[in-house]
């Protein structure tokens, strides 16, 4: 595979999305059929009851905080940068800038024959959401890292999948910044605030309880963050005193069981934790 992107050096491995967005659902066509029941549009590619908002009216939705009107993309239950819990859709540009592509020549999913392009694009409305897509309708040679690009759309089965092409020629732009920059990572990476680990000394300080039902129909990870807050509410603290998670079992092909794992926990509820203990997601039989 040949890779240019001084941002996203990696953009086919550790997006949120998978490795292109036609084949991830060509692999999952059936799987895919069973959960779009939902509303005509809409799919749930992440396994969690969120629904991908994917019409054939040409226009590309993302989810929306309607408390401060940030753009959350994958859709979350909660606002990580203001921790509201109204959440909505609207309707973007569909204007993006390239900040990432790589071509890949060797691997054939089911419908995709190589070469073929993936790229990673940050929105124009708010370029903190990157999406992981296929450039279309264009060669590798006529792709430049700032390239603006323009979504068009993908039938397959019951969605249409939203895919990006250069919308003007040779239109480079200057790149957008990380989020967050390198500098904020720094500030985040610091020692534990102590030498005695939450296993050897714990002090239950709040405690939380999602609502219970056999037919809530709610995702896991929604309840997930009802019970956190309420936590943190009754020990009086804010999500940002918050300095590690224990969470139980972790993510995985764990149905209604799953918490959502630590990963989505914690982008949902905007944490920069120095520890963390999940079950599946940490090392070792039992995972400590």
Known sequence: MSCSSPQYAASATESPTTVGLRSRYRTRERWCHERTHHTPGTVDLTGDGILLDLRADGHLRIQ???SCSALIHPPLPACRYCHGSEMGVRVVSGFATLIGFTVNHRFAPPGMSPPYIVAQVALEDDPRVRLTTNAVECAADDLALGLRMEVVFEKAEEVWLPLFRPAEPGAVTELPADEPDAAAIRRSVRPMASTDKFEDKVALTGIGMSRIGRRLM????????????????DAGLTADDIDGLSTYPGAGSLGPFTEGGVTAVESTLGLKPTWHNGAAETFGPGAR
Do not use: K, M, N, Q
């Open 64 to 66: 929306e905080c309607r």
């Open 218 to 233: 709610v995702d896991p990870l929604s309840l997930t963050i009802d019970a956190c807050r309420a936590a943190i509410d």
